[in-house]
């Protein structure tokens, strides 16, 4: 399977996941036929301009695939918050002054910053569910204390990009719909590591970015269709109202990236012999390999934040080295061709939950189904 990633031929071993995940030459021999056999404009009556409604049409039936979401609910963007940014200020137009939304303190600031900004520009009250600091998880009862008769979006994320802590989305969303909210997940994290659901889980919204699952650069949006058509759009008048395209896909896509993304999830059924069921059971079996050795050899010195279990969690494990900056470490780690990320990864509520907010933040290492155990004991040896 590593042979199919072009960047794993080398030494390096990419720890940075949780940042943007490496590709396989499926994808990049995709956004290349893409542009040189189908590089028009769509709907057109010529033979690319075909080609690239085809190009979409596919694309769209692979994203919902992957969410678990329907495809006239899927709306493409430049990345997962900008995709946010539209549909939160598209939903705060529907709302009073006076309403509330629900965020939570474990969240990505994609899904924090959208509804604190159109709260100050609508009159709406944000409320924020916290951490368990302990361990880094959502505390799940004191959000749903948070939700009232007034709350008409609880957004949450299904797992940290810090520290990998997953949330209960069924459970979120059965309280939200309770008070008539909307439930409104980030998936970015969880979606190389789990199989989305966003029907199963009753979810309205879900977003998810393919770059971190194995494709290119682009935001995916999926849409509780009803939701999808009744929401107000801002859209140009002659884009079309109904699918094929999508009432918040503003302007042309890039067609590229959106075959990109069909060739990963092509290439994430082939781990699973054409079931993307079978391909996440055996990458979170792998992962769980993976997660467990970290967990069993990081120097005792160390500080490690989140739960320490391979259970609820992601290969994703946030830590500091004592009388070490986490930059120092990263580039240390760099150095030796371990590749890491450090700061706050804009996971700014953790952060300051932790105390870490203005030391720099800490260090993440990421792992994904990529990952060799060989490179988790290189990392563990450097750490030591």
């Known amino acids: 399977m590593r042979a199919r990633f072009p960047a794993l031929a080398g030494s390096a071993a990419y720890l ?10 499926d994808v990049l021999d995709a956004v290349d036929a893409c542009l040189r056999e189908s590089n028009a404009n769509l709907g057109g009556g010529f033979a690319t301009s075909a ?21 006239e609910g899927i709306a493409f963007g430049a990345n997962m918050t900008t995709l946010n940014f539209l549909l939160a200020h598209a939903v705060a137009r529907t709302l009073e002054p006076g309403d509330e939304i629900v965020v939570t303190q ?3 600031d994609a899904n924090v910053s959208p509804w604190l900004l159109v709260a100050a520009d609508r009159d709406l009250v944000v409320r924020q569910a916290p951490i368990r600091p302990e361990d880094v998880t959502l505390d799940h009862d004191a959000l749903e204390d948070l939700i009232g ?29 309770r008070a008539g909210a909307l439930a409104w997940a980030d998936g970015v994290h969880l979606a190389p590591h789990r199989r989305l659901r966003a029907r199963e889980w009753d979810l309205d919204v879900l977003l998810c970015s393919p770059y971190k699952c194995f494709g290119p650069h682009l935001g ?35 067609h590229e990236a959106v075959a990109g993304t069909a060739a990963a999830v092509d290439y994430l059924r082939s781990l699973g012999d054409g079931s993307l069921d079978v391909a996440f059971e055996r990458i979170q079996a792998h992962e769980d390999v993976l997660g467990q050795r970290f967990l069993d050899g990081f120097p005792e010195a160390g500080e490690l934040y989140g739960v320490r279990s391979v259970e609820g ?14 930059r120092a470490v990263a580039e240390r780690l760099g150095e030796r061709g371990l590749y890491v990320w450090d700061g706050d990864y804009y996971a700014l ?11 720099g933040g800490a260090v993440r290492a990421g792992f994904l189904h990529y990952t060799s155990e060989g490179e988790v ?6 750490l030591a």
């Open 16 to 25: 940075d996941g949780p940042g943007g995940s490496q590709v396989p030459r």
């Open 313 to 326: 969690r992601t290969p994703t494990f946030c830590f500091n080295l004592p009388g070490q900056s986490p």
């Open 220 to 254: 995916v949006a999926a849409i509780r269709a009803d939701l999808a058509a009744s929401l107000p759009a801002d859209r140009v008048r002659p884009s079309a109202e109904t699918p094929p395209g999508h009432r918040f896909e503003t302007g042309t896509q890039s």
């Open 51 to 71: 080609a690239a409604d085809e190009v979409m049409a596919r694309g769209r039936a692979a994203a919902a695939d992957f969410t678990g979401g329907d495809p």
């Open 149 to 177: 008769e007034r709350t008409r979006v609880v957004a949450f994320t299904l797992a940290s990009n810090a520290v990998g802590s997953i949330t209960d989305p069924a459970r979120i969303a059965a309280a939200a719909h």
């Open 349 to 359: 509520e953790p952060m300051r939950a932790l105390g870490l907010s203005d030391s």
């Open 377 to 382: 004991d290189r990392l563990l040896d450097a």
């Open 106 to 108: 474990l969240d990505h």
